[in-house]
């Protein structure tokens, strides 16, 4: 990964071992620009939250260097760094006011009572909460906590943010809600992120790069479009979106374009990403949404499918089937109003272009 120049924040060779023999976070190098919202994304265990940790001052590298503006932080301590900081359960003291939540940051620095009072009325405007300075906590909305935390983390100015699954307590239209508010608000002040989640939507939603960890290692670092239409191996295919999994032998290679005889016997086309080699054992990965059912036209790749379930999803139906032995095998189709006459047991021909599938490594 190449260095940003000026970098925000800088991962050199960070490694974390919380019994000096188990890597929890290994060799992690990773450049964050000033004013990105990079978005670290994983399963529970994969280093994501260690991470964050490490770079609010929270927990200690075991090796390597942590660098906020060009400056080694791993010696500075927590309150010293000059980071906002937003977790999941809000962290608001319930006996104070929201403007005194937010004044409180403001006090621990020594800044005078009327820019105190100047900064949090400007917070809370940021966050559309201008006319609730005077209630508790406990009088606000769970959406409205999570915003006066925000606020909270906004009000000293700080360039940097660290947000730690700030989302995970709410319920799923508020959280999207939420999600398009702290985009905006980073939009507007330009201030840089670094947001850890588990959720996929969330990251591809907010995210100018998202970083999918795993087992402690970055398995790929990329705009979120990129992450979705090109995954790199086979684990950030099944963890970004929903993905049919077809296993087989590779035949042959030309140029960007394999030939994968799959283990029924069933020869595909796809694009050769994560193989090597002729008689690689290979995962082809395949979006839903670019399988065609009953294509009007000739396609790269035409199968039969048994159809086991049809489910009407409003703006698509997703036609569960059988293809090429995998029982689990989607197609989403869109809605055009003119439902086509599918039932379950009937055998149609599905296909997709090879461009739209990826070989990758294979998944056991």
């Known amino acids: 990964m190449s260095n940003i120049t000026g970098a925000a924040v800088r991962f050199e060779k960070v490694q974390k071992s919380y019994d000096g023999e188990v890597m929890v976070v290994k060799d992690l190098n990773l450049d964050v620009a000033p004013g990105e919202f990079l978005t670290m994304l994983g399963p529970s265990g994969s280093g994501k939250s260690t991470c964050l940790m490490m770079l609010a001052g929270f927990e200690p590298a ?13 010696s500075v301590p927590p309150n010293k760094r000059g980071i906002g900081m937003v977790f999941q359960n809000y962290a608001l003291f319930p006996h104070m006011s929201v403007a005194e939540n937010l004044a409180f940051p403001l006090k621990v620095r020594g800044i005078s009572g009327a820019d105190i009072d100047k900064k949090v009325k400007r917070a809370l405007e940021m966050v559309e909460l201008g006319a609730f300075g005077n209630r508790r906590p406990a009088q606000l909305s769970g959406g409205q906590q999570q915003r006066v935390a925000v606020a ?7 360039d940097l943010i660290l947000m730690d699954e700030p989302l995970g307590a709410l319920d799923k239209q508020l959280r999207e809600q939420m999600q398009y508010e702290i985009k905006h608000i980073h939009e507007n002040l330009g201030v840089t992120v670094v947001y850890v989640t588990h959720d996929q939507t969330e990251a591809l939603t907010m995210s100018d790069r998202v970083a999918v960890f795993e087992d402690g290692i970055i398995q790929q670092l990329s705009p979120p479009d990129e992450l979705y239409e090109s995954p790199q191996n086979s684990f950030v295919a099944q963890f970004i979106g929903e993905n049919n999994k077809l296993s087989g032998k590779v035949t042959a290679i030309n140029g960007k374009v394999c030939e994968v005889l799959l ?7 796809s ?11 290979t995962t082809i990965s395949l979006r839903p949404e670019r399988v065609e059912v009953e294509p009007e036209v000739s396609m790269d790749n035409m199968l039969s499918g048994k159809i086991s379930e049809i ?3 409003g703006d698509h139906l997703r036609i569960v089937m059988e293809v090429a032995g995998n029982k689990e095998f989607i197609a989403k189709v869109r809605n055009r109003g003119e439902l086509r006459p599918l039932k379950k047991d009937q055998t149609i021909t599905v296909g997709w272009a090879a461009g739209d599938c990826k070989a990758l490594d294979p998944v056991a």
Do not use: C, H, W
């Not at 075991?62 to 791993?74: F, Q, R, S």
């Not at 909270?152 to 700080?158: C, G, M, S, T």
């Not at 283990?263 to 086309?269: G, I, L």
């Open 62 to 74: 075991t090796n390597g260097e942590i660098y906020l503006n060009d400056k080694a932080i791993n």
């Open 152 to 158: 909270r983390a906004l009000v000293f100015e700080p």
């Open 263 to 269: 283990d029924d016997r069933t020869s595909v086309k």
């Open 311 to 313: 489910l009407y999803l």
């Open 271 to 281: 694009e050769a990403v994560n193989v090597s080699a002729i008689g690689d054992r």
